[in-house]
DNA sequence: GATACTATACCGACTGGTCGGTATATCCTC
DNA sequence: GAGGATATACCGACCAGTCGGTATAGTATC
């Protein structure tokens, strides 16, 4: 009986526990429960919290990596902007996607230390996208704009709706590409 | 032995729990234990869990309102710019209290419904703020940075350090009060 | 019969919460 | 001002249930 699509349903069961019932009660039994699967199912997929914890948070870079691919693609391979690779990706991952970030979540509720890594890497990339620029306090608010933007979501005390989450990104993607706009803000 | 300092340091002690080791890790045993009282103690000042979640997002409410108050008086009362306002609230709120957030963490972790009257009232003000604006999606860029950099700090993912995020604020500061500026963006 | 997977039963630690009791301070009465 | 009543603040043992994790017996497929 094998399931290849397991892991992903119980990754989803997982993040959708921590969407509707917060963090806390992200609890085995009830990741095993929500996708139809014994707790003895569940560990042998994910042999402790942890693992299943790394997991989630694997699935959300992969995610992102894609995600960053196919707009680098997509844009040809003219000398890219990464600060609209990153904007153009946030507004991508939300708002069909953005419950793969529960994983962060999750996370940082229940092991913080397994932060460690995403936060290396993350803060590696931000610094290649942004400290060489010339520009860097204007692009960090563009950045962080497109951030608090994907947060509010995921911490669900959003105040915009679709339409004007599209309309804000879409202004940011258009300061970061533009230069002559970005030096004159 | 009246002590009305009591509940301050207990929910000092929550915060510092969510801040170290992840909501997931904030009991009634560990809070009492990190302040140094019993668990019966600690009962007699929240009864409950809950109680013990809504003290924590009602201190972070009061001392949002008490800065905010703060800045409109040093302000004097010409006509205010509530995305300034908000804008410096945070920068206040940062990085020496951001800790209070860490009651949205443990909320949202713990019992998400608790988040509905807070997100309402933080839906009413943005509303206020913002949407009434003419530069309603360029102001939003300048609000959601300032979030999105706060919310940096709060999940421990802050990838710039005190001097830049200073010099953020100030930028985001200086675009909110410049009518100008902001029109040009 | 090896591999991949599932179900069930169980464990000890920990969870939120209750409860009976204690110590101190304040107030009222005579 | 002695004696009692009341309120506040706190303690720590205890309870029923939940937690992450283990152990084991079983099933389906190759």
Redesign the pocket.
């Known amino acids: ?4 699509s ?1 892991k992903k349903q119980i990754l989803d069961a997982a993040e959708s526990i921590v969407i509707d019932s917060g963090a806390a ?6 990741v095993a429960e929500r996708c139809g ?9 994910f ?4 693992a299943l914890l790394t997991g989630m948070i694997a699935r959300l870079e992969e995610k992102i990596e894609l995600i960053r691919e196919g707009i680098r693609r997509q844009d040809g391979d003219g000398m890219t902007n990464e600060l609209a690779v990153d904007i153009r990706m946030m507004r991508e991952l939300s708002p069909e996607d953005y419950r793969l970030s529960a994983a962060l979540l999750a996370v940082i509720a229940c092991q913080p230390d397994l932060m460690n890594p995403f936060r290396e890497q993350h803060h590696k990339r931000f610094w290649d996208d942004l400290i060489s620029s010339r520009s860097f306090t204007r692009s960090s608010i563009l950045f962080f704009a497109a951030m608090g933007l994907h947060f509010h979501q995921l911490l669900n005390i959003s105040i915009v709706d679709n339409e004007q989450r599209r309309e804000i990104f879409d202004e940011l993607l258009r300061l970061a590409e533009s230069k002559e706009n970005l030096r004159e803000v």
Chains 1, 2 share one sequence.
């Open positions: 009986m094998a399931r290849p397991c009660h992200l609890t085995l039994d009830a699967i014994s707790k003895g199912g569940l560990i042998y997929h042999p402790t919290k942890e």
